[in-house]
Nanobody, 123 residues
Framework: QVQLVESGGGLVQAGGSLRLSCAAS????????MAWFRQAPGKEREFVAA????????RYLDSVKGRFTISRDNAKNTVDLQMNSLQPEDTAVYYC????????????????WGQGTQVTVSS
């Protein structure tokens, strides 16, 4: 079993930055692909970014490419999402997720989820 806890959300003005962190417990992050999803009010939960267990492969939602960076530290059992040039449309609850082995942007393939952290971007 894997437990995930997100932190780092908050309120920021448009153009600002936030860094989200996901701490995993229960077992090591080795062999786990990790991802961030987000859900805005009234919308479906959508894929934002993912990183392979080795860190050697990443994927991003087109609208966040060049602005968001996903990274991981397997020794510390953490996965971070650095978010720059934030826009009001980035406002959502951000969720950390994990699955075994292979990277994917498909939500239903993720086995473990955190409780989420709110990110609000004001215009």
């Amino acid at each position: 079993q894997v437990q995930l806890v997100e932190s780092g959300g908050g309120l920021v003005q448009a153009g600002g930055s936030l860094r989200l962190s996901c701490a995993a417990s229960g077992r090591t992050l080795s062999n786990l692909a990790m991802a961030w999803f987000r859900q805005a009010p009234g919308k479906e939960r959508e894929f934002v970014a993912a990183i392979s267990w080795s860190g050697g492969s990443t994927r991003y939602l087109d609208s966040v490419k060049g602005r968001f960076t996903i990274s991981r530290d397997n020794a510390k059992n953490t996965v971070d999402l650095q978010m720059n040039s934030l826009q009001p449309e980035d406002t959502a609850v951000y969720y950390c997720a994990a699955k075994w082995y292979f990277i994917t942007n498909v939500k239903v393939q993720y086995d473990y989820w955190g409780q989420g952290t709110q990110v609000t971007v004001s215009s």
